[in-house]
T-cell receptor
Framework: SQQGEEDPQALSIQEGENATMNCSYK?????LQWYRQNSGRGLVHLIL?????REKHSGRLRVTLDTSKKSSSLLITASRAADTASYFC?????????FGTGTSLTVIP | NAGVTQTPKFQVLKTGQSMTLQCAQD?????MYWYRQDPGMGLRLIYY???????DKGEVPNGYNVSRLNKREFSLRLESAAPSQTSVYFC?????????????FGPGTRLTVL
């Protein structure tokens, strides 16, 4: 499978703390995207980073990409209870998306 | 603008029964996708349609068929359901095949096969 791996599988933090999750993948990519999934819902796109970019910011989100290591990280700063969800990375090689196994984030109020 | 809609939201089937999951998007997207999500796993691609009139197999196509009825609609059919097909099914669409477009997901169909 070309599916990515995410680490950790589960993460529990206090509100206000930062949350970092990592994604490793196997193939060359055009871009990498992060999605969020609230319990019982579909996935919602968060941020996209192209293969020629190393870092990208969007609000409280910071994404890094290291194509030499085939890895990416998502940092959520100043977490809120509403950030509780599962987070998935998806690699886009131009023809198909491959999703990681996800990180389940719990933010404790 | 409803985005991506899926019907039904829930379904229970007996082994051997057939059913069709419906998906429609109103964003004028060219590409559409069907995924399944199993506990503890990410999404796995079943079939995709790069553009109207074309369909291709994804990672886990066995036991499924699809139809791209028109630009808006992409249906997934289970001809003879098996318990291994118990899963949550998501439809998604993207503006174009390739490029740097994001996918927009429907709310999912929760299917149980007894």
């Amino acid at each position: 499978s070309q599916q990515g791996e995410e680490d950790p599988q589960a993460l529990s933090i206090q509100e206000g703390e930062n949350a970092t999750m990592n994604c490793s993948y196997k193939t060359s990519i055009n871009n990498l995207q992060w999605y969020r999934q609230n319990s019982g819902r579909g996935l919602v796109h968060l941020i996209l980073i192209r293969s020629n970019e190393r870092e990208k910011h969007s609000g409280r989100l910071r994404v890094t990409l290291d194509t030499s290591k085939k890895s990416s990280s998502l940092l959520i700063t100043a977490s809120r209870a509403a950030d509780t969800a599962s987070y998935f990375c998806a690699t886009d090689a131009g023809n198909q998306f491959y999703f990681g196994t996800g990180t389940s984030l719990t933010v404790i109020p | 603008n409803a985005g991506v809609t899926q019907t039904p939201k829930f379904q229970v089937l007996k082994t051997g029964q057939s059913m069709t999951l419906q998906c429609a998007q109103d964003m004028n997207h060219n590409s559409m996708y069907w995924y399944r999500q199993d506990p503890g796993m990410g999404l796995r691609l079943i079939y995709y349609s790069a553009s109207e009139g074309t369909t291709d197999k994804g990672e886990v196509p066995n036991g499924y068929n699809v139809s791209r009825l028109n630009k808006r609609e992409f249906s997934l059919r289970l001809e003879s359901a098996a318990p291994s097909q118990t899963s949550v099914y998501f439809c998604a669409s993207r503006l174009n095949w390739g490029g740097a477009g994001t996918q927009y997901f429907g709310p999912g169909t929760r299917l149980t096969v007894l």
